[in-house]
């Protein structure tokens, strides 16, 4: 299929932005990508799919996200994240069942790919449900269970018995062409150095992407002082579980030290401003992050905590938080900010080889924004349209290794009146259990 529109933002290492131009997709992958006219002409016998007044764009990556929590939309806001955890989500999640984390997770998917997404990264339990729901869909994700030191829990009664459970799930997505595994220890306040370093190892092992919520807070921070009587950062190096495939969620309260030990190892970070507002965790140093070579991704968080997974939304509130914070307008300039959601999330996903921009060669994983919409118009910076005046309702087409799963309002992989309908009654069921 040969797709046109007005123009085609590449993401390239030159970051090139093509107007009146078009992608030849065969297969997964991209085969050409160029001015219309000119593969007009060269593919003369392919079929075409002209979207007009539009931006064809790599499809942003969501690179943190706990995806099932969409049934807890909504149940518990306005509160401070330790006794949002502890007082409700944690009691709230003791109730899961794997057709509930299904559904969620479907739901989800939905919501992702209505707003250009076609990737994420997600921490969760029960995440063979999860995988079963985002096989079914066709998205491209990289999964891991949650593993933190509470035993029992939804997924093992020991910590033995969660490792002969990842075992299993690690057998049920190797070799997936769309789905890849990881592991993701919770958190140093809620996981044992023992695990952790374990995790670590299992992650080296099978040569799976490593990832854990840090230094989310200053209590965070003092915790760990208290008990470890080193900054988190710090904590984590000396244990030996940082290195270039482990991915660092959040990083708000760090210092210079802790960004050159991060820098160092090669981790990459991932932004989450939506949830780090909303719960008011602080704001992460991000330029820091980006002057010192890190690799920064952008996530939504779970949707308890956003409660939307829009990364268009995502891309808007990062670039104003920093821009506030710092009391600076030239921060986080709209190419810095899609660079993160793309290429950054990417290589969070440990996936930058495959996807984060569209290049002969690479995966077809690209959505499609209408220039129609008035607040769209007038385009004298394409790009500030898509990260300042996009509220991602703009998005017309959804397409993951050259599948089209969502086109103008209509899923191709999802029966979205059945799941719509289920959803509605998870409310009763959260009261009832």
């Known amino acids: 299929m040969l797709y046109i529109a007005r123009y085609v933002i590449t993401q390239n290492d030159k970051r090139e932005i093509l107007e009146d131009a078009a992608l030849l997709v065969r297969g997964t992958v991209i085969e050409d990508i160029g001015k219309a006219a000119e593969l007009k002409v060269k593919y003369p016998d392919e079929p075409i799919e002209n979207l007009g007044n539009a931006v064809i764009m790599p499809g942003l990556i969501n690179a943190h996200t706990h995806i099932p929590m969409s ?22 999640e003791a109730k899961l069942t794997p057709e509930i984390v299904e559904l969620a997770t479907t739901l989800s998917c939905a919501e992702l790919l209505r707003f250009g997404c076609t990737a994420f990264y997600d921490m969760y339990m029960l995440e063979k449900a999860v995988f079963k729901a985002a096989d079914r869909v066709g998205i491209r994700a990289v999964l891991g269970e949650s593993v933190s030191s509470f035993f029992p829990s939804l997924d093992a009664k020991n910590i033995d018995e969660f490792f002969e459970s990842f075992d299993a799930n690690d057998e049920l997505m190797k070799n997936h062409s769309l789905i890849r595994h990881a592991i993701n220890p919770h958190a140093i306040y809620t996981t044992e150095t023992a695990i952790l370093q374990r995790c670590r ?48 969620i959040h990083m708000v309260d760090i210092n210079a030290d802790d960004i050159a030990t991060v820098a160092a190892r090669g981790c990459a970070t991932v932004h989450n401003p939506a949830s780090n507002m909303k719960l008011a965790s602080g704001v992460a140093p991000i330029q820091e992050q980006l002057d010192a070579g890190i690799a920064v991704g952008l996530g939504t968080d779970g949707p308890a905590s956003n409660n939307a997974q829009n990364m268009f939304r ?39 080889n495959e996807i984060g921009s569209l290049e002969k060669g690479k995966a077809a994983d690209f959505c499609a924004l209408s220039l129609d919409e008035s607040n769209m118009q007038p385009v004298h910076n394409v790009l500030s349209n898509v990260v300042y005046s996009a509220t991602g309702m703009e998005n017309i087409i959804t397409v993951v290794a050259g599948k089209v799963l969502y086109k103008n309002g209509t899923y191709t992989t999802i029966d979205y009146a059945n799941i719509l309908k289920e959803a509605m009654n998870l409310n009763d069921w959260l009261k009832n259990n």
Not at 211 to 220: A, F, L, R, V
Not at 224 to 242: F, H, M, T, V, W
Not at 320 to 347: E, I, N
């Open 71 to 92: 049934f807890l939309r909504g149940y518990s806001d306005d509160k401070a994240l330790m006794d949002w955890l502890y007082k409700d989500i944690f009691p709230a």
């Open 201 to 248: 190892q299992v992650a080296d092992e099978k040569k799976i992407r490593f990832g854990i919520h840090m230094c989310e807070t200053k209590t965070e921070t003092t915790g760990s002082l208290e008990k470890n009587k080193q900054r988190p950062i710090a904590y984590c190096d000396s244990i030996g579980i940082l290195n270039e495939n482990t991915t660092l």
């Open 314 to 352: 995502e891309m808007y509130l990062a670039a104003l938080l920093q821009k506030l914070d710092k009391q600076d307008p030239l921060q986080m300039p709209v190419q810095t900010v899609l660079d993160m959601a793309t290429r950054g999330s990417a290589t969070a996903l440990g996936w930058a």
